[in-house]
């Protein structure tokens, strides 16, 4: 270690406890790696298996009118817990935080297995949910204390693929679960699988141990809470459970602002803030939050609504609905990769935001494109487009987020990204979602009621019974529904470029070592 790198760990704080790990080498980290990837399939799996089992769910448990809930539980505890998680584990140890949350998870699966009412099921679900909030911040600050920034870029490819795999494998695993065990196996495959995880965690992951004595800031934790909760639900029931300009709505929206004003006022003050407003002075860390807010705005509208088009417009089957996504995934585990491995050999890093913005922007504008005589080919080619230009993106906004802090932030630097990217997603759905329905209703609505009117409302998005409509009530639905896409993609090509301005404010940061202090940054204006 050089003189100057010396001095800058001199300097460093050793807050909470924190020192910086020993190297390990590539054999130790192979082996954390496997538990590590382990844990994110998990979390990133559960949704999207029980997707396919919840018709079956209903019909044995009842409950239909809380069927949202089931989804809404998990989402909502996950959200809420992620800053959370991500502090405790800077306070006392990201290891043994980490474990924690794998239990949890695992408890939570193991009641949604055993669960005879929908009442049931949503509670455990929340348990989940809570557990699941700590698999991802626990997987990325480990990577963050365990390998430097240079080399951490081509681990994380690793994390990119687990995405691909989960997106397109959750609903044909869950399916067949549910068709040849039950939809209780949905949750009890969880199990084996995490108990994997929690031996090689136990076994080969090596991090210092930490004690603080600083108080938890339970006040400033209440009010991210509230919070994250009001956006949530906002997100959530906005347009669907209650008009937008509802005294429900209007009221969640009040308290989510009073929530997050106090929460600014309170970390100001506290000993040990939840999240420190002081990493938003960092210019970086600033416009990566905006970029991962963007991106899981795009991603997940673009998961939500494609497979509608596709099996609406294009006849394909809903069966196969995990595998219509996989030319936007391949895309984006394919750059990704590719990415990775150049970062680590180059130490260079700004560019890659700035062209998967732009691929994103661009890839947006061409699904915008879509319409009722757009084949698979070319709607599978413009999926690519949008996956690589999040594959440019995925794993450089956490790499450069983590690069922009002490090792004692690493997992408020980790839960924030996470956090970003979860609340564009909510953000994204909902919003999407309002573009998408007004514009199939206004179409609906100015064919005057063509095919004899039942070609209107939901039997637009009804694939199967829309394949038993007259063929002319099925070309005003096909035209609905491009118009609709036409418009969530168009706005999203306009919203991706403001994370095209974002990328273009990033500087260059040299990617540092183990033990080597951030370099000073611009403060964000």
Not at 188 to 211: C, E, S
Not at 409 to 417: C, E, T
Request: aromatic letters at 8%; one cysteine or more.
């Amino acid at each position: 270690m050089s003189q100057q790198q010396v001095e800058a760990a001199a300097d460093q704080p050793p807050a909470a406890g924190a020192t910086e790990p020993e190297p390990k080498s590539p054999r130790e980290i192979r082996l954390v790696m496997i538990g590590l990837v382990i844990a994110m399939l998990l979390a990133m799996l559960d949704n999207l298996i029980i997707g396919t089992a919840m018709p079956t769910i209903v019909g044995e448990l009842g409950g239909s009118d809380h069927l949202a809930w089931v989804v809404t539980a998990y989402t909502l505890a996950t959200a809420v817990s992620t800053p959370i998680w991500g502090k405790l584990g800077d306070l006392y140890g990201r290891k043994g935080v980490f474990l924690i949350s794998i239990v949890i998870f695992l408890v939570g699966s193991a009641l949604c297995g055993l669960s005879d009412s929908m009442v049931q099921l949503i509670s455990f679900r929340a348990l989940q949910g809570l557990g699941a909030g700590g698999l991802m911040v626990g997987v990325m600050s480990i990577m963050g204390a365990l390998v430097p920034p240079r080399d951490r870029a081509k681990y994380q490819g690793m994390f990119a693929a687990v995405m691909a795999l989960a997106t397109v494998g959750g609903p044909l695993i869950g399916g067949f679960l549910t068709d040849h065990l039950s939809w209780r196996w949905t949750f009890y495959v969880n199990l084996p699988l995490g108990a994997v995880a929690l031996a090689f965690i136990i076994i080969t992951l090596h991090l210092p141990k930490m004690r603080s004595t600083a108080k938890i800031d339970y006040l400033g934790a209440l009010l991210l809470t509230a919070g994250i909760t009001s956006m949530v639900l906002i997100t959530t029931w906005g347009g669907q459970e209650y008009a937008w300009g509802s005294k429900q709505i209007l009221g969640l929206a009040a308290l989510g602002v009073a929530s997050l004003i106090g929460f600014c006022y309170v970390e100001q003050r506290a000993e040990e803030p939840v999240i420190p407003l002081g990493l938003f002075k960092k210019l970086n860390f600033t416009m990566v939050s905006i970029i991962g807010f963007i991106v899981g705005f795009t991603m997940f509208g673009a998961v939500a609504y494609l497979p509608l088009y596709q099996q609406i417009v294009q006849g394909a089957s809903a069966t196969n609905s995990g595998l219509l996504l996989m030319p936007m995934m391949f895309g984006m585990l394919a750059v990704s990769l590719v990415v990775g491995q150049a970062v680590s050999k180059t130490g260079k890093y700004r560019i890659f935001p700035i062209i998967g913005t732009a691929v994103m922007a661009g890839g947006s504008l061409l699904l915008s494109t879509l319409g009722t005589d757009t084949g698979r080919f070319t709607s599978s080619c413009y999926m690519v487009v949008l996956g690589a230009g999040m594959g440019f993106l995925m794993q450089i906004t956490m790499l450069v987020a983590q690069n922009s802090v002490e090792l004692k932030d690493m997992g408020v630097a980790s839960s924030s990204a996470t956090l970003f990217r979860t609340i564009g997603g909510s953000f994204g759905v909902a919003l999407f979602g309002a573009l998408f329905n007004n514009r199939v209703k206004d179409t609906l609505a100015g064919a005057g009621g063509a095919g004899g009117g039942a070609g209107s409302g939901q039997q637009a998005l009804d694939p199967t019974g829309l394949k038993k409509a007259p063929a002319a009530v099925q070309d005003l639905a096909h035209h609905a529904v491009s118009n609709g896409m036409h418009t969530v993609f168009l706005w999203g090509a306009v919203i991706s470029l403001v994370a095209v301005a974002a990328a273009v404010f990033l500087r260059e940061i040299p990617l540092r070592g183990a033990g080597q202090k951030p370099e000073p940054q611009l403060e964000a204006v």
